[in-house]
């Protein structure tokens, strides 16, 4: 009873962070009520299986460390770009082959990581935080093209669980603190349903099993504007998934090696995979769990192991994804701007670990997100672009992160350079002195 207990509250501590992200998704690409439950089961029911993978420990995958794995919120922005811009089998057809290509090539992503230092990775997830942030204002109004957009009454309930969460957050410690956007988000859906404005009929009807689909929305479509920002984000969520790793090994005393890193990353794609093939998302292991593991101080994996049964049974049960589905859009907003605020702030963090009095890496900052706001608010900049580049360009996280890693590189390569030069004009005055004083000698 006390593991189902432990990880049932790791269950919690991860819930409000999976959800936001099918939701997401769902309203940013008009996606049918029955489309919006799927999404939810599936995500849920894929979270488990994941999390199972990365748990368990084998010659060949899992980290075999009390992990937690849910959609990642960093995919989030890029996953809606491709989209709209392509369809939903293209977003599963670029999540299929970045989990391949993670499951095949997990050994030497470590190195490959290596070209994504914090001033890459800080500037882009602070991009992504920052560019995420307008979705989650238009909920706490109501959502984009409702009726009522930006009445007094949505504000107010946004801002009322704005208020609860933050409260939360400043004068209470452990469970209530982990679980402040959950009891946010709960809470505004129970005020509006004791208000009478929520109809539960979609829960009544809604079956109690059902089985995850294969490509739901259709055979997955592989178009290389998908796949090469899918493939970019994969790298971040794979650098911050090592930042976790490493993390739980130090709260569970056990070192972390570079074969359990490879695991790690294999798990990791296997997840993708799961993702892609049942149209769910792509997922990371989060770092929320592992101040709940420091907490209760259980490092067993049996813990986790629970978790991801527990998230399976209620990704099987449709009713949890209709019940689910009935949050109102301004509590939903008010969780999402802690949420993505919360990831902006994450990317800061990284920032602050780059040297900034290197003018080098403040240009690589400041125009990989000067590019990546500047499209994301005038989407026209590079509307004339030739079709075959165009879409490199067509989302502002995309231009960002493109510039963060190309600027990034041509400093190194710079670097490389000078630093041959240096070492070849070295060598020229030392042979040049050697030469002098054999001839002085002679």
């Not at 390569?413 to 240096?422: D, I, M, P």
Request: with cysteine.
């Amino acid at each position: 009873m006390r593991t189902f207990t432990l990880g049932m509250q790791h269950v919690l501590a991860m819930f409000a962070g999976a959800i936001l992200v099918p939701i997401l998704l769902s309203q940013a690409l008009n996606l049918t009520s029955e489309q919006t439950a799927y999404l939810i089961a599936i995500d849920l029911f894929t979270c488990g299986v994941a999390t199972i993978l990365q748990s368990w420990k084998t010659k060949y995958t899992g980290i075999g460390l009390p992990a937690v794995l849910g959609a990642s919120v960093v995919a989030a922005g890029p996953m809606i770009a491709i989209g709209g811009e392509y369809g939903m089998t293209a977003i599963y057809g670029s999540i299929l082959v970045s989990g391949l290509i993670v499951v095949l090539f997990a050994k030497y992503l470590s190195h490959v990581i290596h070209f994504f230092p914090p001033v890459v990775t800080g500037t882009v997830i602070t991009l992504i935080g920052l560019t995420l942030l307008p979705v989650g204002i238009n909920n706490m109004a109501g959502g984009t093209g409702s009726e009522n957009f930006g009445s007094l009454n949505n504000v107010l309930l946004g801002l009322g669980v704005l208020a609860l969460i933050l409260v939360l957050q400043s004068f209470f410690k452990g469970p209530l603190r982990s679980l402040s956007i959950l009891i946010g988000l709960v809470a505004g859906t129970i005020f509006v349903a004791v208000r009478g404005n929520i109809n539960f009929s979609e829960v009544a009807g809604a079956s109690w099993v059902s089985m995850p689909q294969p490509f739901y929305f259709g055979m997955p479509m592989f178009e290389l504007g998908a796949i090469i920002p899918m493939l970019i984000v994969t790298l971040i969520i794979l650098f911050e998934s090592t930042g976790v790793f490493l993390a739980l090994g130090k709260v569970c005393d056990e070192k972390v090696e570079a074969a359990d890193l490879e695991r790690g990353y294999r798990a990791e794609g296997f997840a993708f995979l799961v993702g892609g093939l049942f149209n769910g998302f792509a997922y990371n292991t989060f770092a929320q769990n592992v101040g709940l593991v420091q907490l209760s101080r259980v490092k067993t994996v049996a813990v986790t192991f629970t978790a991801g049964f527990i998230l399976i049974a209620l990704g099987l049960t449709p009713k949890i994804a209709a019940l689910i589905k009935l949050i109102p859009p301004p509590a939903l907003g008010a969780a999402m701007v802690v949420l993505f605020g919360m990831v902006a702030v994450s990317g800061i963090r990284m920032l602050t670990q780059v040297d900034l009095e290197n003018n080098q890496n403040v240009l690589v900052i400041s125009v990989a997100l000067g590019l990546g706001l500047g499209t994301t608010i005038v989407p026209e900049l590079f509307a004339q672009m030739p079709e075959q580049i165009s879409f490199l360009f067509h989302d502002g996280i995309i231009t960002g992160s493109l510039a963060a890693i190309g600027l990034h590189l041509l400093n190194v390569t710079k670097e490389v350079f000078a630093c041959r030069f240096r070492e070849q004009t070295t060598f020229k005055r030392s042979l040049k002195m050697t030469l002098k004083e054999n001839n002085e000698h002679a």
